[in-house]
Every structure is written in C-alpha cells, then in structure tokens.
C-alpha cells in the first residue's frame, strides 16, 4: 500500500459539520508521508472554496491535492473538443471553466458541448428543457457529466444529486454522456496520476458503496467503506463488498498499520 484517495462529503465532514479524528487522521497521513488525493464529486463549489471549507474544519489541504469534475472536464474538452461550451453549474463553480469558450443557456447558435453539474435546487422544468433543447441541435453537442453521483446526505437528509438529472437528459436526446468524475475509472486513474501512484498499490475511501467502493474496484483499488455519511446498513446486503470496513475515517491508521504488515 502506497497511496490513498479520498472522498470528501460524508467522510471527512457532514454538511458544516467536521467527522470526528478526521482532522488527527489526515494529519497521521501527512506525518507518514503518504502520497494521497481528495476525489470529489463536488461541483457546487470550486477547489479554493473546498480549501477554505476544509481549513474551517481544521483540515489543511491546498487546491493542489484536490480532482474535482470541473477540473477533470477542462483537461478533456481541451484535449479533445473546439467550439463553446454551455455550463449548467452553480454559479461559483464557473470560474474553474474561465478559461473556455463558453456560451449562454439560451443560445442560438452549435455549441461543442453541455455541462451538467449539480445546481440543486435550481433545477427546474424551464432549465432542464434549456439543457434538452441544445442536445438536440444538428451536430449534436457532446453531453458531460460532471460525475455520476445519484445522492448525497445534506444536513436536511437525503438529496438528489447530477445523475439523475444526466440520466434524464440522456433518454430524451439519446446522446451517451461523457462522465468526468466518479464512477468513471479514467477519474480515478487521473487522481492517481496526480500522487505518482499504481491502482493495484492504492486504496480509496468514501462512503458510497458504488459510486466510491465499485468504482473504485472497477478501476483496479481496493476500497474502504466507511459508516459515515451516506452509508445505510443496506449498502452491506447487495452484490458489492468492500475490501474494508470503518467505522469512521479515525480508524484508517489502525487498518493500515494491518494492511502493511499483511
């Protein structure tokens, strides 16, 4: 075991409020010199405001250690697309995309490409359509999907999050979305890049039995659940085991210390 990637939402906080031995355990992964990444699907906010969100919390992090979808999509558009680009993101998550060409929703003119992020509870009929009526221009743009995630725990409960919205978009246009975020195995891969390390050598953890746990393993890690956050007791009956359990992100130096002796 050589590196570890991390999921942020439900792992190392709630809404505003920390996971306690999150902040004692990121700062054991420092001490040891663990190469490690955070691997979010978080598109409400950019990578700076994630920073300082953290920083709150007493967690000390830079922007540098952090793959979010907006950052994962503008690597791909540049490498692969020419022409605008419409955002259908929170407002302060455009700035990751300033350096694009980008066009407003209600254009009229072809556009290469539609991003859709989570906007919560700004999603409505009208914004939805915007997103339906540009996949259905002649060429047909690319659809991408800033991840996958079906739901996320708000401090309210349980909340629908980008992929049934990308689902949705995808029946009615029939354009299969590029996804640049989890469960995508090219995002994992990405975030290994980023700490210099092997899939068959690192572990992720989070607290999605899919879209962190199978994923992950589809992409060659292993992967912890933790009973934080989203979890639910179901998550432990269906067809997807995780290589480890715990009960909250304080207990990961105890199960590493296990792992390397094993």
Known sequence: MSGILFDLDGVFYVGDRAIPGGAETLAWVRRQEIPHCFLTNTTSKPRDALVAKLEGLGLTTDAEHILTPPVAACRWITQNLNGPVVLFVPAATEAEFSHLTLAYRNTQQPVAAVIIGDLGEAWDFATLNQAFRLLMQQPPPRLI??????????????????????????????????????????????????????????????????????????????????????????????????????????????????????
Not at 178 to 207: N, R, W
Request: proline share 6%; aromatic share 6%; with cysteine.
């Open 145 to 262: 999907a800033l991840g996958m995630t079906r739901y996320w725990r708000a401090p309210d409960g349980l909340r629908l999050d980008v992929a049934p919205f990308v689902h949705a978009l995808q029946h009615a246009c029939g354009i299969e979305p590029v996804v640049l975020g989890k469960p995508s195995a090219t995002f994992y891969h990405s975030a290994l890049e980023i700490i210099g390390c092997m899939p068959e050598q690192s572990v992720m953890i989070g607290d999605d039995i899919r879209g962190d746990v199978a994923a992950a393993q589809q992409a060659g890690l292993r992967a912890l659940l933790v009973h934080t956050g989203k979890f639910q007791d179901s998550d432990l009956s269906g067809d997807i085991t995780p290589d480890g359990q715990l009960a909250s992100i304080a207990e990961l130096p105890d199960w590493w210390g296990r792992a390397v002796l094993s």
